[in-house]
């Protein structure tokens, strides 16, 4: 198992759209566990395999009741075929340094996906699960928590990275 580089904002590379995983191999076992070991590495309690710079669609994330149990489960070409109502929680994300934010997100979701042997499931989450699901399935759509503030929030954090970027400012985490 390799800790993967994760990529933060504004890595363009961030902003791709995920391709559909056709092949259910090896190589996709060893990503799946790359992907793992970085989210835990972290630490993070999910990670997309855009934020490591793989455009393919597939998320990792923690199921783990204790935290030491490091129980993880791998979604391949997931998508929320059902949602209802709302809720609204705090984020962040380990591609947006420096940031949470509250983001309002569906309450309850169901998500149809393949598990590493290509066979076909679905799971229906709430609450905190469902947030960290639709965080997720966003990066594969190339999209981050801050897109869902509003636009002057946005533009504190752009001038924030930027000042960041210049080194006017050290990141403290
Ligand atoms: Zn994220």
Redesign the pocket.
């Known amino acids: 198992m390799t800790i993967r580089t994760i990529l933060t904002y504004p890595n363009p590379l961030l902003r791709q759209k995920a391709k559909q995983v056709g092949t259910f191999d090896k190589e996709l076992e060893q990503l799946i566990d790359d992907m793992a070991e970085t989210m835990y590495d972290a630490p993070g309690i ?1 990670l ?1 395999a855009t ?1 490591i710079g793989d455009s393919r669609q597939l998320i990792v994330v923690d199921i783990s009741k204790e935290k030491r149990d490091k129980d993880f489960m791998p979604l391949v070409n997931p998508r929320i075929v059902s949602s209802e109502g709302q809720q609204i929680d705090e984020e962040g ?4 340094p420096e940031l949470t934010s509250n983001v309002k997100r569906f309450k309850k979701i169901t998500v149809a996906y393949q598990d590493i042997t290509g066979e076909a499931a679905e799971i229906t989450a709430e609450e905190r699960f469902a947030v960290v699901l639709q ?2 399935i966003d ?1 594969l759509h190339g999209i ?2 801050i897109d869902h503030l509003s636009p002057l929030k946005r533009q504190l954090y752009k001038k924030k990275v930027k000042k960041m970027l210049a080194g006017e400012e050290r990141p403290s985490g």
């Open positions: 999910g997309a934020q994300c380990l591609s947006v965080h997720e990066h981050l928590f």
